[in-house]
């Protein structure tokens, strides 16, 4: 093997080591799940996340977590203006039980949202334990 060849093979090597750890060092984007107990605990300290409900304006008007913001499921990609200037916040995202808000934070995370959330048990748990609407 020649010193220009053997001079490529390292290059490409140590350009794939940094590609590798920069890959293992980018932004979440997918926190997992949060207890409603913390959600009601940080409402109540005033530091709640953005608090996404994608179900229906109906499904919304009928009650929802304090604070939350609704934009239905089907329209988060064309409304994800309503919510720019939080892709590095925390965000977290529910529904009545949990299919919505998946495809929901699929959008998100396609839309470079860093930090998303699922709301455990989604509404549907959040009412069944009494937890406080709006």
Known sequence: MTLPNHRRRV????TLLLLFVAGGCAAQTDAGEIAPEEVVARIEAGTAP??????TPAEFADGHVPGAVN??????????N????????EVVVYCERGGRAARARTVLADAGFREIRHLAGDMSAWREAGRPTK
Do not use: T, W
């Not at 934009?71 to 994800?80: N, Q």
């Open 11 to 14: 290059r490409v090597a140590a």
């Open 71 to 80: 934009i239905p499921h089907d329209e988060l990609a064309e409304r994800l």
């Open 50 to 55: 953005l608090l996404l409900d994608v179900r």
């Open 82 to 89: 309503e919510i720019e200037g939080h892709q590095n916040d």
